[in-house]
């Protein structure tokens, strides 16, 4: 579906993403859970927005972005089952080599969904996710999250090999870039709090990510932290292929809410 151009903005088609993960027990994407800790209803995966951008990114930048492009999202308001959504991207102004442009996720009411930027080539400047200040709780605050500290490493996995994508043997979709770079400590335990996502940086250095080659996937927590209402972990991990190449890096972060947990009661 082609994007429409409007003025300084590029427009994406109208999405209704379905919730298929209504399902999971004890899950923000349950409705019974999502309304018990104040959620409207089961919610959306902010990652799966991240796949709406995808054919602006075709259109302003073609194959090129998925060797050496970014995305770059905060996840602001949790839409539900079937809720209409679209991508928008600011216009380039001129050359789109080394480009990085502001977009969002909005809502037919006008509700930022997420917003940050994207970007293709080396462009100068900080990404939005990049550019949040990350701040550690003091020591003991935590207590969902207590049994993870800001700098531990979470094991290396040798010859890790991502088993879906899209056509050609290659991960297109953001979404499925997500889930190749996704890291978590072991024997880490946060049932019974509910989490869910807060933020996704990806910056594909030397891709695209192919399907069926073997990498070493890296990582490590990168911050803990503490609002009123959640305690959350940013996470950041790379994607390195036999010759030590990186391929591809993310930074993400996940909330959990202090409401779900007994820890807080």
């Not at 079937?82 to 809502?107: C, F, G, M, N």
């Not at 969904?113 to 900080?126: E, L, M, N």
Request: proline share 7%; hydrophobic share 35%; glycine share 8%.
């Amino acid at each position: 579906m082609s994007a429409l151009p409007q003025d300084d903005r590029i427009l994406g088609q109208w999405q209704q993403p379905e919730n298929r993960w209504q399902g999971q027990e004890n899950s923000i994407h349950n409705d019974d859970v999502a309304r018990r800790v104040g959620m409207r209803g089961g919610t959306i995966p902010g990652t799966v927005h991240l796949s709406h951008f995808r054919p602006i990114m075709d259109e302003l930048f073609g194959p090129r972005w998925y060797g050496q492009g970014s995305i770059s999202m905060f996840y602001t308001y949790a839409t539900t089952n079937r809720e209409d959504v679209r991508a928008i991207v600011k216009k380039p102004l001129a050359d789109t080599r080394d480009v990085k442009l502001d977009a969002w996720i909005e809502t037919p009411e006008g509700r930022v969904v997420c917003k940050g930027t994207v970007s293709a080539g080396r462009p100068k400047g900080v990404s939005y996710v990049r550019a949040l200040t990350l701040e550690n709780a003091p020591d003991g605050e935590a207590r969902i999250l207590k049994q993870m500290k800001p700098g531990m490493s979470i094991p290396a996995r040798e010859n890790f090999v991502v088993k879906e994508g899209d056509e050609n043997g290659e991960v297109l979709d953001p979404q499925f870039m997500h889930r190749a770079l996704s890291v978590f400590p072991p024997n880490v335990e946060t049932a019974p709090a509910v989490g869910f996502f807060g933020a996704t940086e990806i910056v594909l250095h030397n891709g695209p990510i192919r399907i069926g080659v073997p990498y070493r996937k890296t990582g490590k927590v990168a911050c803990i932290g503490v609002s009123p209402k959640t305690e959350f972990a940013w996470f950041d991990s790379w994607l390195h292929d036999e010759n030590d190449t990186l391929i591809a890096e993310m930074r993400h972060m996940t909330r959990w809410m202090k409401v779900s947990s007994p820890l807080w009661s």
